[in-house]
């Protein structure tokens, strides 16, 4: 008898989160046919199934003696979910099995679904502008927790499915590389065989080193910047990490992602009165967006009122409508392409950075 299966089950496998690969070596280890490997796959991820016994094809004594070696199929459970009238905008709460809370947002529009997920609950970036990084940093998702958020989302909305993710919610994916790229590779499956999803985009606040090891990955997906400055020093001001991997430093990541993948870069740019919304941020925007491919989303900022921020954090304000609307057009008239994220779900505090627990309650500070 193998040793995982004398009884004792501290530290079961969990294999939701295993790549193809990982699952057919799995197989191979407990001295089962590798082509296992493959059924469970597409049972876990194509079927989202909840138990063994969903698996039609695979031998009942195989089932039995999984769930003997496994641990649970799923790695989330449901909370809550709270959703906003005036946009059909989603918020879903759940919880990992360890116990910690995150947040999932489904962001529904005419053509498309998008699922907006995390990838670390909670954030140790500490970006100015953001919610998410005042509740602090508590650990990095398995790629397992980074899909579930898909496949309960996916089950809750029947048949408007989901048609874009982003990498948008809590947490910076690339500091929680490894299990970000395990998660993209169960999702590209489903992308190469044209079943549902049509895209994927991975925001991040800019870790160099992992923009250029995703770029050489073979990973074809979409890369966003969160820029917000064009300038060093503002940029460190708002985003801390930006003393230690640069503006510089990531654009040089970035050309070179661009050049691999043939895709371009999306600039998330939020606008914050005085900040970065002045004539001299807009002819660096221009110069910078000259000089790659690119496009650039306009994110209007969103409130922090109900985190109640302190220090720079509070001083932020949105730049005014107005502005907002003379910057698009300004860059518009330059030919580079520009979209506007107006405020999806800021009622409901699901708005982008705006996404923050505070452990061991289930609701927002203000509600
Ligand atoms: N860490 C990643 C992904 C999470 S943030 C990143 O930094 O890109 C996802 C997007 O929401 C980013 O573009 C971020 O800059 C933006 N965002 C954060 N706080 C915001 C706020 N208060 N208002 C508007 N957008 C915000």
Known sequence: MKSEEKGGNDKKPILKGYTLKELKDYFSSIDEKRFRGEQIFNWLYSHLIDSYEEMQNVP???????????GPLNTLKLVTTKSSPQTGTKKYLFETLDGHKIE???????????????????????????????????K????????????????????????????????????????TLKSLEIFANDLT??????????????????????????????????????????????????????????????????????????????????????????????????????KINVIPFNSLAHIKPSGFSAELRPSPFERVEAFVQALRDQNIIVTVRYTQGEDIAAACGQLAIVENEDEKINS
């Not at 004594?61 to 070696?69: A, G, P």
């Not at 990490?241 to 992602?257: F, G, Q, T, V």
């Open 60 to 70: 009942k004594t195989l089932r039995e003696r999984l769930s003997e070696l496994t």
């Open 140 to 179: 990095n998702l398995s790629a397992g927790e980074i899909f579930d958020q898909y496949k309960f989302t996916v089950k809750d909305l029947e048949e408007n499915s989901i048609k874009n993710i982003v990498y948008m919610g809590m947490g910076e994916p690339l500091l929680n590389y490894d299990e």
């Open 193 to 294: 065989k044209g079943a549902k999803l049509k895209r994927i985009t991975v925001s991040t606040a800019g870790i160099a080193p992992k923009i250029v090891e995703l770029a050489d990955s073979g990973m074809r997906v979409k890369l966003a910047l969160s820029l917000h400055s064009c300038f060093e020093d503002i940029r460190s001001k708002l985003m801390p990490i930006n003393e230690k991997y640069s503006l510089k430093e990531n654009l040089h990541a970035i050309r070179h992602y661009t050049k691999q993948t043939r895709t371009r870069i999306t600039f998330e740019y939020i606008m914050i009165s005085g900040i970065n919304d002045r004539e001299e941020d807009f002819i660096e925007l221009v110069k910078l967006c000259k000089s790659m491919p690119c």
């Open 104 to 138: 999932s947002v489904i962001i529904p529009e005419i053509k498309r679904t998008t699922l907006c997920i995390s990838t670390q609950v909670g954030c140790p970036l500490d970006c100015k502008f953001c919610a998410t990084g005042l509740m602090g940093y508590k």
